[in-house]
């Protein structure tokens, strides 16, 4: 692995001298975690790398969400973790991260720092150390909301760190208006959309015939998805609650998992359209996405920043139900009725006959058809990619 990218990075080098530049520019990322570990944050962090392929020599730095993990090196880019010592209010604590992180400035001396954030931590460790003349990128995914005590905690140092950034990126309009710190610093923020990664979700012959085999399950049915963690902001207590209200020609399928797997199953029992499935492989994943007729995204706070589990539902031609979430971006992902229908917070009536309302033919149909559009216009990484070239560019 180390002779690779010793390799690589000496092949990268010498290109861009044979052609003249002195000094290719330096990106050093930091997330909380990275790629293979799952999570909306840190695929955001792996598009923004892949996303400045070939125009920056770039590395990541971030916790390592196993044991024993090391350096590794992923899509040419060297990845940096840390190993964890212990969580504080979900929060990794790393003594090797501070030595790292001055290593790198030592050594590597990026010229940007692109710093994800929620990771306070770490926010105390970068406002130390990080050199004045070394622009700092700050990507504000979401403000602490759920932890209550940690947000007081860190108030001060947010208003620190957004003071230093020389740039903030938001993933919509409404996170910026809605959120208490971004829409403080509105004149040094940017919109850079998230977006979904088209190729994953390509349509292969396996997906197509478990998608087949899922409808022919479910014949006389509305297929009902939800995708995402079993956690309470996600608000599947309410989604199972809105099943509830419908007759059993509904099949409702929720994909992932979570601390609140059996507590919504057992809230479940009594409701047999109400299937858990797990984590799932991405050929199945897509045949539930191909096989279903309707999106059901249930969040319920501001945790929910985005929502790309959303994005790639309506990628697939799904309309989705959502509740109307205050400044947050999942009702800028999906347009109340334009490509599905919006409904008050927590209200498992008004999303119940939303279901029921998307079930008909050709409302699915149309919705569905402005879902995909919208994806195709706005969410594709081709559009990601642009949008931060430029955003650093300036």
């Known amino acids: 692995m180390g002779v690779n990218y010793i390799s ?36 955001v962090a792996r598009d923004a790398v892949r996303a400045l392929q070939g125009k920056y020599e770039q590395k ?19 990845v940096i973790r840390c190993k964890c010592q212990c969580k504080i209010f979900s929060q990794s604590i790393s003594l090797e991260m501070n030595r790292k992180f001055k290593d790198l400035l030592k050594n ?24 004045k003349e070394t622009k700092l990128i700050l990507y504000w995914h979401l403000d602490i909301i759920r932890q209550k005590i940690l947000g007081k905690i860190f108030h001060f140092q947010n208003m620190a760190l957004l003071k230093r950034a020389d740039k903030v990126i938001a993933t919509s309009p409404n996170y910026i208006e809605g959120s208490r710190y971004l829409s403080r610093f509105k004149s040094k923020c940017t919109i850079i959309p998230n977006c979904i990664d088209e190729t994953r979700l390509m349509q292969t012959p396996k997906a197509k015939e478990l998608a087949k085999k899922i409808k022919e399950k479910n014949i006389g049915k509305t297929i009902c998805l939800s995708v995402g963690r079993l956690v309470p902001y996600k608000g599947f207590n309410y989604l199972i609650q809105s099943a509830k209200k419908l007759g059993d020609n509904y099949t409702f399928y929720i994909i992932g998992d979570g601390e609140q797997r059996r507590s919504l199953q057992r809230q479940s029992r009594n409701c047999p359209s109400v299937k858990f499935l797990g984590k799932l492989a991405d050929d199945e994943l897509k045949a539930y996405y191909i096989a279903a007729d309707i999106f059901c995204f249930s ?23 959502t509740f109307k979430i205050e400044g947050s971006g999942v009702n800028y992902v999906s347009l109340n009725g334009e490509t599905g229908i919006e409904v008050p917070n927590r209200n498992t009536t008004a999303f119940a006959n939303a279901i029921k309302e998307l079930s008909c033919e050709d409302k699915k149909t149309f919705f569905g058809k402005k879902a995909y559009s919208r994806i195709v216009e706005k969410f594709l990484f081709s559009q990601y990619k642009s949008n931060l070239i430029t955003v650093m560019a300036e």
């Open 60 to 78: 990541v730095l971030c916790f390592g969400h196993e044991k024993n993990e090391d350096s590794t090196v992923i899509d040419d880019v060297e």
């Open 299 to 321: 969040s319920i706070t501001k945790n929910e920043a985005f929502g790309l589990a959303l994005a790639e539902a309506m990628y697939f031609g799904l309309p989705s139900v």
């Open 8 to 43: 690589f990075k000496f092949t990268f080098s010498k290109f861009f001298l044979t052609i003249g530049i002195s000094h290719v520019k330096r990106v050093l990322h930091i997330s909380k975690y990275y790629y293979p570990f799952i999570g909306g944050i840190e695929q």
């Open 108 to 131: 590597f001396k990026p010229d940007y720092i692109v710093f994800h954030y929620p990771n306070p931590f770490f926010a105390r460790i970068l406002l130390r150390n990080i050199p």
